[in-house]
């Protein structure tokens, strides 16, 4: 938390103690609402929800939205019913619908029950849309024209329902049916003349996405063609909603969490790492930990298989954390920066054999330079015998290779197969190269040196 976060968290907690209500809730209006959730999740639950209750009901509901899910959930269910009602009927409803999929089926009934009946019927139709997809992370909320009005008439229809939409930068221009036409920047109806048809100012065939496209293919798109929204339509071309960019980067940081997660061999959470308990984070690292130690075994059993060997030629086992450590590591760089190719669109399946290519290039490149290096510190550090530094280099030279063409292949194989590649640059790949790195070993020791 920075100094200035400090001091604003210190003079709401003397605010709340001093009773300044008034006080205190003027200053909550004068600030950013992202700045003012920073306070609130840094103070005590029981003076959080003091202040939530102090704050107009507006302002309440656009703090609400920043804050973390599990503070969301702490207020949602020490509210009452009415109370509870109001935040609902103010959120934005993908803000709303992303609340209700965290909290308990009984707490969701009592909050929808409360609720307006359109905010109800907008919140149950996202909530229906499979995780993930383009239509569970849009907003119902947009201004929508028709070609017949004048820039006069939509500047009127921005003034009536654009105080309840998400943005009002572009505009969206609806047939009848509710099929999207085109779209309109608010600077057009600006600088255009008031009597101007919208049918002749409005931009034809917009770029627009289906309710079930994957939100990482929304972020793509965002990107590519740099975005402010995103209209979102259904099979029809009917448009029933919009995705802004603040859910874009929400989106973008969820996934690079998750497979910074998957990375680390860790299962996914959603809470914040100090809010997560001690047995939550058991859980989420255990299972990964007992697969990669049974897992490990594999390169006991082969180091076991090679006893005889080693007993004649000692000085081998001195460089086996070496040559495991090379392999994985170099595994590891293959891994991820096809990932995060893929992840960025700059990559598909279609070029597999393209980075399949490139790897092994690399491989050849990196391996070669490893094993001159390691070659020279072998004759002149070491002082060991020719044929034995020969065995240490080739099995680097090798280990490389074959871990940057294995790493990289397996990872756009994962992808083609809708899985998430991220699990591939894992430890789980180390290990698996760890056991391929001690094989190619022993295989060129017992060849080169007779074992």
């Not at 993908?94 to 089926?105: C, G, K, R, S, T």
């Not at 070029?351 to 330079?369: A, I, P, Y």
Request: proline share 3%; glycine share 4%.
């Amino acid at each position: 938390m920075s100094e200035k976060e400090k001091n604003e968290t210190e003079l709401f907690e003397e605010l709340l103690e001093k009773k300044s209500y008034t006080r205190l809730r003027g200053l909550a209006s004068e600030m950013n609402v992202q700045d003012v959730a920073v306070v609130l999740e840094s103070i005590k639950d029981e003076d959080m929800l003091k202040m939530f209750r102090i704050f107009p009901k507006e302002l309440a509901a656009d703090v609400f939205a920043e804050l973390e899910p599990d503070s969301q959930q702490y207020i949602i269910t020490q509210l009452s019913e009415k109370e509870a009602g109001i935040i609902i009927d103010n959120l934005y409803a993908d803000d709303a619908a992303d609340l209700l999929e965290e909290m308990p089926a009984n707490v969701v009934k009592r909050l929808l029950a409360n609720a307006k009946p359109e905010t109800r019927k907008d919140i149950n139709n996202l909530l229906q849309y499979p995780e993930d997809s383009a239509g569970s992370i849009m907003t119902v909320e947009f201004v929508d024209l028709n070609t017949n009005m004048t820039i006069s008439d939509a500047i009127e229809r921005i003034r009536t329902v654009g105080m309840d939409s998400e943005t009002v930068e572009t505009l969206y221009v609806l047939s009848p049916k509710r099929v999207l036409l085109g779209t309109v920047e608010l600077r057009q109806l600006i600088l255009n003349d008031k009597d101007d048809k919208i049918a002749d100012i409005m931009k034809d065939d917009p770029i627009c996405c289906n309710t079930t496209k994957d939100q990482e293919e929304v972020a793509q798109i965002f990107k590519k063609y740099d975005l402010t929204a995103l209209p979102v339509v259904d099979n029809e071309n009917r448009m029933v909603g919009i995705i802004t960019v603040d859910d874009v980067i929400d989106i973008i940081q969820e996934e690079a969490e998750e497979d910074f997660d998957k990375m680390a061999g860790i299962i996914p959470g959603d809470k914040p790492y100090l809010k997560t308990s001690v047995f939550e984070t058991w859980k989420k690292r255990i299972p990964w930990l007992l697969l990669l130690m049974i897992s490990a075994t594999f390169t006991g059993r082969i180091i076991t298989g090679f006893e005889e060997a080693l007993s004649k030629y000692i000085v081998l086992t001195a460089y086996i954390p070496m040559l495991m450590d090379t392999g994985g590591n170099s595994g590891n760089q293959s891994s991820t920066e096809v990932v995060r190719s893929l992840s960025l669109g700059q990559s598909s399946f279609d070029d597999f054999f393209k980075v399949v290519w490139k790897e092994m290039r690399v491989g050849m490149l990196c391996g070669l330079t490893l094993s001159l290096a390691n070659f020279a510190k072998c004759i002149f550090f070491d002082h060991l015998s020719v044929n034995v530094a020969l065995v240490i280099c080739l099995t680097i030279l090798c280990a490389v290779f074959i871990a940057k063409l294995l790493a990289s292949s397996l990872v756009m194989l994962i992808n083609k197969l809708h899985l998430d590649p991220a699990v591939v640059a894992s430890p789980m790949l180390t290990t698996a190269i760890d056991a391929i790195s001690l094989l190619i070993y022993f295989s060129i020791a017992t060849t080169l040196l007779g074992l």
